[in-house]
């Protein structure tokens, strides 16, 4: 004897069969995924930070800028515009200030990354850009000192004795919401001389 068929038995057939058909697929897709490799990006990956060897899980689309700060506690990388226009979240990558918010973390495995962070002597002593800015009295809100430390910082590795002209070369992808763009060149200009 067939059970009389309702409106409500119908659609609760319906539904039962698209959820068994729905999970079906997913475990399907989820199956295929996780046997892929060709193409496939590694989640736990280790970046040489300031000298340290460092293990961390990083999505495949996340920004450098992004893991620097939230992931390794590196606060001084700044995000500001994330869209490599202001200079805020500078750091060097093999001796070459670069904008952490325009690369991805993976495209820098094998590298040495440096923040402003690890600009410091091991004992605590300031790296000379960073005693000159303070005795230039470079910083105004300091937004963006650390970028700005660590592009002149590159520069002067690229150049120990550069020209004013060089260093506001050097400075320029840099933007000070304070318009204290002469005290860091002066700051430049002071740690040249620190350096040498």
Do not use: W
């Amino acid at each position: 004897m067939n059970p009389k068929i309702t409106r409500r038995r119908f659609i609760k057939g319906v539904i039962f069969s698209a959820t068994a058909a729905t999970s079906g697929a997913g475990y399907y897709i989820a199956t295929a995924a996780s046997s892929r490799s060709a193409g496939a990006v590694e989640r736990l990956i280790s970046l040489s930070v300031n000298g340290r060897t460092r293990r961390v899980d990083v999505l495949p689309q996340e920004t450098l800028a992004h893991t620097i700060r939230y992931r390794l506690n590196l606060t001084g990388t700044k995000l500001a515009c994330n869209r490599g226009e202001c200079g805020a979240c500078t750091v060097m990558i093999d001796d070459v200030a670069n904008y952490s918010c325009s690369l991805l973390t993976h495209q820098v495995k094998g590298r040495e990354i440096t923040t402003v962070e690890g600009l410091r002597a091991a004992n605590g002593s300031l790296h000379p850009v960073q005693q000159a800015f303070i005795e230039e009295l470079a910083p105004q809100c300091g937004f963006c000192t650390p970028g700005q430390v660590v592009a002149a910082a590159a520069l002067l590795i690229a150049n120990p004795n550069p020209s004013r002209e060089q260093a506001r070369q050097g400075l320029s992808g840099n933007l000070c919401r304070c318009g204290a763009y002469d005290h860091y060149l002066n700051g430049v200009m002071r740690a040249a001389e620190l350096i040498s």
